[in-house]
């Protein structure tokens, strides 16, 4: 069964920072591999995605993440963070069963929290 | 507003009484999904449909849940016999196309409290 881990609950970086959050996967076949954010109220926001291709992706707000088959992780970056970018990011994998456009599979989130 | 929409917003329900959200997704979107989202955990796949047909929903949580899109647009999930343990988010996320590949943009989500 398809599985991900986000190993860091919550993170703590201050303004201005750099910023690495954590996402191992297990799949049984070549993944889909998804970061997304959630602040409070707001829907969940696609920041990038991996199909194919080049390992490193670049998303929205600055963020980048590189696709390490051989670590099975997919790691979310960013050079430097704002006050804005405290929220709730989710790494996911998918399709689901492997075929078609079936849903993802999520990991817990990790929390992150922007020091002064 | 052209986003993913969810009715209600909040929910709370006595337990034993069934309750149904609606989602509206963005127009013309073919696929469209529901998610639930406890505290502390990530989004968790129930079902979703392609056009009217609900092609997966072997992991809605029990026979109580049940989810329709009966002309393709929007569509209603339904919790019958509500339990404490059905209080969650409920999310509706929808997307355009055949491919896993293209983005699926969420909704806000409808939080039910089930007391």
């Known amino acids: 069964a398809q599985s991900v881990t986000q190993p860091d609950i919550h993170i703590t970086v201050s303004e201005g920072a750099s910023l690495e959050l954590r996402c191992n996967y297990s799949y049984g076949a070549t993944p889909y591999l998804f970061w997304y954010v959630q602040s409070p109220g707001q829907g969940l926001q696609l920041l990038l995605k991996?199909?194919?291709?080049?390992?490193l992706v670049q998303g929205i707000k600055g963020f980048e993440a590189e696709f390490k088959r051989s670590q099975s992780s997919f790691n979310l970056r960013k050079p430097s963070v704002h006050w804005s970018d405290a929220a709730e990011y989710f790494c996911?994998?998918?399709?689901?069963?492997?075929?078609?456009?079936?849903?993802?599979?999520f990991g817990k989130g990790t929390h992150l929290i922007i020091q002064p | 507003d052209t986003g993913v929409s969810q009715d209600p917003r909040h929910k709370i329900t006595k337990r034993g009484q069934n309750v149904t959200f609606r989602c509206d997704p963005i127009?013309?979107?073919?696929?469209l999904y529901w998610y639930r989202q406890t505290l502390g955990q990530g989004p968790e796949f129930l079902t979703y449909f392609q056009n009217e047909a609900q092609l997966e929903k072997s992991r809605l949580l029990s026979d109580r849940f049940s989810a329709e899109r009966p002309k393709g647009s929007f569509s209603t999930l339904e919790i019958q016999r509500t339990e404490q343990g059905d209080s969650a988010m409920y999310l509706c996320?929808?997307?355009?196309?055949?491919?896993?590949?293209?983005?699926?943009?969420f909704g806000q989500g409808t939080r039910l409290t089930v007391v």
């Open positions: 127009s013309e979107h073919n696929r």
């Open positions: 991996y199909f194919s291709g080049d390992t």
């Open positions: 996911a994998v998918g399709p689901y069963s492997g075929g078609g456009a079936d849903g993802l599979t």
């Open positions: 996320a929808s997307s355009f196309g055949q491919a896993v590949n293209t983005e699926a943009f």
